[in-house]
């Protein structure tokens, strides 16, 4: 029986690195295939050191290694920030999108688009501007939408994770609908794409826009690694993780400042998708167990991996037609969450 | 270590559910706190581990007010066993017990071998240890409750607080839990309180009593002095039956159900 402790998986440091290791070599598998399967044939080896001008480097290089590299970076974003929103309310029924932090990040930022080009605010940076404008709106939406969601859903009493998901889903519907409405006043030029937010489709709109989304991954990764171990204990519940010494109130900012961090760098470039925090997390358990140390990076690799396949089915089953890589997402999640329910239901009455 | 409350204010809204309370832990000493449903039991027991902040009141560890005593300094020396221990997630027992090791590790800790050894101890100690890699949700009731018991050993705490943990335990796992929980204090000099919802295992096992009542300490001392016919019918708000039993020499409490209520003379019992 002694060895009953030690052979149960530790988690150290370098069990974590080793999982960095293997989710890098994941991805690079998966962008392996989605830059080499898209409608047009094309031998990647071949293009890759083809001349500049050469069509087939032109798509391997212009088209589709920026969208996998932003398939990546939103992808891991989306994976990370379900973990966490899944690991502080306990719930594994949490993710940006279901809690309306998606769509509170894409109302504001699609304002921030269109107001953007505008005489006064156009004065103050210029197209440029909206590099700026659009992702801070989206991170005021993020933020302003968890802050929204947890007060309302605390007004009927305590906020319970059953109420706080009711609370979001109600609210990403009505961004929804809203997003929708200004589509349909704007004018053409501006609305153009609005559409896509709703649904989420990946948008190259410049390597700047891509780096943003790199940059707050990294600092979202980082806050939330620095909070996995707290993370474990609110397994145990508020109360349970507060008696085990955790600075409850202070997590919870750090992990909904993060959260609103990830989103806001996904949204401006890929609206709504949903789904890719909600499974990923789970399939990610699966595999490493339930230490947050090691689910945390292994659904930011997961969701990566995760998203740039999707992206590349969305890409390639319809031939010429492009579907948004949400449509593939929810295809998976839907019916992946009505499964989660179910279990979760199962769980609640053995217990 | 010792554990005074005193004059603790607990409020609700507008309800008070502890209406000043003055009890103490002793170490080697286990308090039983019992009373009816809405008592203030568990909100006490709570408020002693200073997870709810008193509105009024002080709780003392060895003096020193909890509210000037960090967080994690606070949870190396006291320990929660709460009434239920839900996780949403699969989550293993060796997972749940190292997680009691973290005042002691803090947030960027990674767990040492001392760290495995004090959690491997704990787990003997509750008789858990081969079930180390199971799940939570894959354990019975009895195993379950033993394994956040060690959970909360392996914080190495010197004051242990319970919340009903004989609950949804049988009387066999109910018994083996308390002689634990007995054992713990006796020989390993813990303080502890405990909530029982069964005042005859309160009797047998605990040092000293508090029977609460609307938030208030209806009397302490101990469990001759407290598990007394008249005020228990007066608490619980019914008939009850209080005699000392042959075995034990303690009180034994029977609840009567209305057909033997309405046959009793006031009076019956102890």
Redesign the interface.
Known sequence: ??G?????R????GSVLALHTAGLAALLLSAGLGLAIGPVEIDPIAAWSAPAADPAHVILVGARLPRVVLGALVGGALGLAGAAL?ALL???LACPHVLGISGGAALLGILAMIFAPLPAVAAFGGEEGALVLVPLAAFAGALGTAALVRAVASAAGRATPHTLLLTGVVFNAFAAAVITFINSIADFHRAHGILAWVVGSLTVRGAAWTWAAAATLAAGAVLLS??A??L??L???E??A??????VRGTRLRIYLAVALLVAGAVPVSGMIGFVGLIVPHAV?LLV???QRRVLPASMWGGAVFLVLADTAARTVLGAIELPVGVITALCGGPFFLFLLRR?GR?EA?? | MRLDAESLVVRYGTREALAGVDVSVEPGRILGIIGPNGSGKSTLV?AM???RAPDAGVVRLDGRPLGEIG??E???A???V?QE????????V??LVL??R??H???????TSHD?EV??RA?ERTDV??L??RRL?ELSGGERQRAVLARALA?EPRVLLLDEPTSFLDLRHAVLLLDLVRELATAGGLAVAVVLHDLNLAGMYCDRLALLSAGRVHTQGAPESVLRYQDLCTVYGTELYVAPNDVTGRMVVLPLSAEHRNRLTPGRGS
């Open positions: 029986m002694k009953d402790l030690e052979s149960v530790r988690v150290t440091p899944q306990s719930n594994p620095a909070s171990r707290d474990n204990a397994a145990l519940g109360e349970g507060g008696s085990l010494g955790v600075d358990r167990g339930s230490d979760q769980l053995a217990r | 709570r581990a200073g997870v967080r994690r606070r949870y190396r006291i320990a929660l709460p221990t839900q996780v949403s997630f699969p989550m293993r060796s997972d997680l009691g973290s005042p590790t803090g947030a960027f800790g990674w767990e495995l959690a491997r787990m240890l081969g180390g890699g949700d914080q």
